[in-house]
């Protein structure tokens, strides 16, 4: 069993900048390295929507977040990072962190089996 951590919302002006960390226990530092460690985030009254992936290296985004957000993961801490430059009002959601033994795709999530309890990020206009 995987349990994973997130850390580091909290409340921005717009194009300001945060980032966040997702933090796993239970797994082996080869087991986080076999992962897919994806960002998503869900607004109240919205579906949840994907915002980045990484598996080996580059990541992958969804395209409201593109040239503004960057995904990194370190494999011997066990932690994925999620920078956040030039936030706006529209990025404010919950921000989860979810891990995947297959699917690596920036969508619904739907695939992925190990998810955090979530960080709030809001920003402010």
């Known amino acids: 069993q995987v349990q994973l951590v997130e850390s580091g919302g909290g409340s921005v002006q717009a194009g300001g900048s945060l980032r966040l960390s997702c933090t796993a226990s239970g797994a082996t530092s080869y087991n986080f390295h076999s992962y897919c460690m994806g960002w998503f985030r869900q607004a109240p009254g919205k579906e949840r929507e994907g915002v980045a992936t990484i598996y080996y290296g580059t990541g992958t985004y969804a395209e409201p977040v593109q040239g503004r957000f960057s995904v990194s993961k370190d494999n011997p801490k066990k932690t994925v990072y999620l920078q956040m430059n030039t936030l706006k009002p529209e990025d404010t959601a919950m921000y989860y962190c979810?891990?995947?033994?297959?699917?690596?795709?920036?969508?619904?999530?739907?695939?992925?089996?190990?998810w955090g309890q979530g960080t709030q990020v809001t920003v402010s206009s």
């Open positions: 979810a891990a995947s033994v297959r699917d690596c795709s920036v969508g619904s999530g739907d695939e992925y089996n190990y």
